[in-house]
């Protein structure tokens, strides 16, 4: 239980880093690794054992306000393989505004209800690597083909970034996640958003 109790803040970066400042974290005891959230400890391979290089998490969240804008957390876990302590959580702010259905449907993402375009932003990066403000759009498929909400709110999420050549590039299976509305009644926005997903370097 002590353990659980010193879990760090929140994360998202990319470089496979290891400059963690958890030195109080005793990795050769027992028990669930301390960065890991309540409801993962035996969902994550924090120990690496199926990805052979750095294993990662991420979890995000948002809410719209029914008028446009988003705002939200992106926060990345990695396991290097190694201590415990050394392993770190990247967080990022989110914060957008609505996309119109014409750039959806030429983005190959004409299935979902709605999208933003985002600035993504480091406020917590205990990797070292990056942080500065990016610039990436997520859209979000919502409801079913018959414009009900899917089962238990399931919502399938796309990201879209530049690369270095400032092409736009989408990730249609980027993430999956939970979608609720703020009224029972309606199946629109205002309403908050949770998603999360993993990746493997080598």
């Not at 029914?66 to 392993?87: A, I, K, L, M, T």
């Not at 859209?139 to 919502?155: H, I, K, Q, R, V």
């Not at 299976?173 to 926005?189: E, K, Q």
Request: with cysteine; charged share 25%; net charge negative.
């Amino acid at each position: 239980m002590l353990l659980l109790a010193l879990a760090c803040t929140s994360p998202d970066g990319k470089n496979p880093g290891g400059n963690s400042d958890s030195s109080a974290i005793d990795s050769e005891g027992p028990g669930v690794h301390p960065n890991v959230p309540p409801g993962y400890e035996y969902k994550w391979d924090y120990n690496t054992d199926n990805c052979g290089g750095t294993q990662y998490y991420f979890l995000g969240s948002g809410a719209s306000d029914g008028e446009g804008n988003f705002v939200g957390q992106h926060v990345v876990y990695y396991f290097y393989g190694g201590e415990w302590d050394e392993d770190d959580i990247d967080t990022y702010s989110l914060e957008g505004t609505e996309v119109t259905r014409a750039w959806l449907d030429s983005e190959s993402a004409g299935e979902c209800e709605e999208g933003y375009h985002v600035i993504r932003e480091g406020v917590d990066m205990q990797s070292g690597w990056g942080g500065d403000e990016e610039e990436m759009y997520y859209a979000f498929d919502t409801l079913s083909p018959s414009g009900n909400l899917n089962y238990e709110n399931a919502m399938l999420v796309y990201r879209y970034t530049y690369n270095r050549d400032d092409e736009l590039r989408g990730d249609f299976d980027y993430a999956r996640g939970v979608y609720t509305p703020d009224s029972t009644d309606d199946v629109f926005p205002p309403a908050t958003y949770t998603w999360e997903g993993d990746g493997c370097w080598d």
